[in-house]
């Protein structure tokens, strides 16, 4: 059985919309330095609308083998994930030019 997608209803091998709002997304990753001086890849400028945040946030975690969360439209991951980061969200459907690292 296939999945639907929860903003068109279609089956996601034709639903275009994920790929259409992919493309106006205006990413940008940093690193932020939190409790105890540990190190977070947070990762803004992706609109929770057209994009669901909490699966994309699961792919990255388990791609990383890190935790994280989704906070304020915000993807924080444990760890300095930086140098990979771009490479990944180019495989999921984000363009590069979108993509900031800061």
Same mark, same amino acid.
């Given at each position: 059985?296939?999945?639907?997608?929860?903003?068109?209803?279609?089956?996601?091998?034709?639903?275009? @919309?994920?790929?259409? !709002?992919?493309?106006?997304?205006?990413?940008? !990753?940093? *690193?932020?330095?939190?409790?105890?001086?540990?190190?977070?890849? *947070?990762?803004?400028? *992706?609109?929770?609308?057209?994009?669901?945040?909490?699966?994309?946030?699961?792919?990255?975690?388990?791609? @990383? !083998?890190?935790?994280?969360?989704?906070?304020?439209?915000?993807?924080?991951?444990?760890?300095?994930?930086?140098?990979? *980061?771009?490479?990944?969200?180019?495989?999921?459907?984000?363009?590069?030019?979108?993509?900031?690292?800061?």
């Amino acid at each position: 059985m296939t999945d639907l997608s929860k903003i068109t209803g279609l089956p996601d091998e034709l639903d275009t @919309f994920q790929n259409i !709002a992919k493309e106006g997304q205006q990413i940008t !990753a940093k *690193i932020e330095k939190k409790k105890f001086g540990k190190k977070y890849t *947070i990762i803004k400028g *992706i609109n929770g609308e057209e994009v669901d945040l909490e699966e994309l946030a699961k792919k990255l975690k388990r791609k @990383f !083998a890190c935790g994280g969360t989704v906070k304020n439209s915000n993807i924080e991951l444990q760890g300095d994930h930086l140098s990979k *980061i771009r490479e990944v969200l180019v495989k999921e459907g984000f363009p590069p030019e979108t993509i900031k690292i800061k």
